[in-house]
Antibody, heavy 118, light 111 residues
Framework: EVQLVESGGGLVQPGGSLRLSCAAS????????MSWVRQAPGKGLEWVAN??????YYVDSVKGRFTVSRDDARSSLYLQMSSLRVDDTALYYC?????????????WGHGTLVTVSS | DIVMTQSPLSLPVTLGQPASISCRSS???????????LSWYQQRPGQSPRRLIY???NRDSGVPDRFSGGGSGTDFTLKISRVEAEDVGVYYC????????FGQGTKVEIK
């Protein structure tokens, strides 16, 4: 069974930094694209970043501030967030991206909440 | 960027009756590979999104056959043939043809 478990969320001041983690199990992690998707309180879904090996892609609003990385040996995905803004407040989901031939998110974690506030 | 627009944003439905959600994209979702990467997700209250449909009309495993997807180009539809209580939640369309963007979501509730 595929499982994705996020951690690392919390309260941070504007301009601060935070590192999110996602522990994956139940599949061969290194074979898959992985993603972060966020959901502001009471709002819709927004794709944030993807990574597969050395390829990384970001939504424009986080470019230069967020860095996605992975450790295939640990089956873990990370999101280093810096220069955080109030509008980065959201529940951050780790998701597996079924990329080749499908291009959709086929498994999701339960999310970790990031609150940016002074 | 491709903008996804759903309608309606709120959909009260009587149990056992059909429901239909529209999703329109600001440009064609036909990829250079010839595929159309339009998918649908269900988010029940307090839960993570769950995949329902991929590539316009393909149901994921375990998804009841009362859910169906259709459309082409820029116009797509998710239909529920007979709404059940467990279908309450917010439904999102998403395009994966050019990066990934979601619609605003349609809240399905029971009348």
């Amino acid at each position: 069974e595929v499982q994705l478990v996020e951690s690392g969320g919390g309260l941070v001041q504007p301009g601060g930094s935070l590192r999110l983690s996602c522990a994956a199990s139940g599949f061969r992690f290194s074979d898959h694209w992985m993603s972060w998707v966020r959901q502001a309180p009471g709002k819709g879904l927004e794709w944030v970043a993807n990574i597969k090996q050395s390829e990384r892609y970001y939504v424009d609003s986080v470019k230069g501030r967020f860095t996605v990385s992975r450790d295939d040996a640990r089956s873990s995905l990370y999101l280093q967030m810096s220069s955080l803004r109030v509008d980065d407040t959201a529940l951050y989901y780790c998701a597996r991206l079924n990329y080749t031939g499908y291009r959709y998110f086929d498994h999701w974690g339960h999310g970790t909440l990031v609150t940016v506030s002074s | 960027d491709i903008v996804m627009t759903q309608s309606p944003l709120s959909l009260p439905v009587t149990l056992g009756q059909p429901a239909s959600i529209s999703c329109r994209s600001s440009q064609s979702l036909v990829h250079s590979e010839g595929e159309t990467f339009l998918s649908w997700y269900q988010q029940r209250p307090g839960q993570s999104p769950r995949r329902l449909i991929y590539k316009v009309s393909n149901r994921d495993s375990g998804v009841p056959d009362r859910f169906s997807g259709g459309g082409s180009g820029t116009d797509f539809t998710l239909k529920i043939s007979r709404v059940e209580a467990e279908d309450v939640g917010v439904y999102y369309c998403m395009q994966g043809t050019l990066w990934w963007t979601f619609g605003q979501g349609t809240k399905v509730e029971i009348k």
